[in-house]
């Protein structure tokens, strides 16, 4: 999605709902093998 001259990934639209600030990590695609949990967005390497 390109919103306001930014890139913006899927990611990065999920990972703003997510209750706790360690587990918002953004800047990532779905090419990084992340698993979406309940209330939890995992990423393995």
């Known amino acids: 999605i390109k919103m306001l001259d930014y890139d913006i990934l899927a990611t990065d639209i999920y990972v703003l709902g ?24 995992v990423v393995s390497e």
Request: positive net charge; aromatic residues 4%.
């Open 18 to 41: 997510n209750k706790k600030a360690e587990d918002r990590v953004a800047r990532l695609d779905f090419t990084h093998n992340i698993v979406i949990k309940k209330d939890k967005l």
